[in-house]
């Protein structure tokens, strides 16, 4: 059964930094791009970031760019997150999600909308509070 669960959020002023973590079992991480998603109650998800599997090319929303950094590390099983430069809009639940992807081309896709059903595996989130 594949798995997958976010930690690491916290509460920060804003400009403060967070690092959450994805560790994943059940599954092959290594054949996998991983998603970095989040939502605010009453709103959508919004895709925020992800990392391919074969080639580990990064990819990150408009809002994202610039402050968040992605990365992963196969032989722990696990997907980072760094987020630099919080802001009070950053607030939200954040969680990972798989795709399995031995071409490593569905990066772009799954972090819109119109291809969450791509995404075999979501996690549980973790909430990041970006308060004064």
């Known amino acids: 059964q594949r798995q997958l669960v976010a930690s690491g959020g916290g509460s920060v002023q804003p400009g403060g930094s967070l690092r959450l973590s994805c560790v994943v079992s059940?599954?092959?991480?290594?054949?996998?791009?991983i998603g970095w998603f989040r939502r605010v109650p009453g709103k959508e998800r919004e895709g925020v970031s992800c990392?391919?599997?074969?080639?580990?090319?990064?990819y990150y929303s408009d809002s994202a760019k610039g402050r968040f950094t992605v990365s992963r590390d196969n032989a722990k099983n696990t997907v980072y997150l760094q987020l630099n430069s919080l802001k009070p809009e950053d607030t939200a639940s954040y969680y990972c999600?798989?795709?399995?992807?031995?071409?490593?081309?569905?990066?772009?896709?799954?972090?819109?909308?119109?291809?969450?059903?791509?995404?075999?595996?979501w996690g549980k989130g973790t909430l990041v509070t970006v308060v004064s």
């Open positions: 990392i391919s599997a074969k080639d580990g090319n990064t």
């Open positions: 059940g599954f092959t991480l290594d054949y996998y791009s």
């Open positions: 999600a798989a795709n399995e992807d031995l071409a490593g081309t569905s990066c772009a896709r799954i972090l819109d909308r119109l291809g969450w059903y791509e995404v075999d595996a």
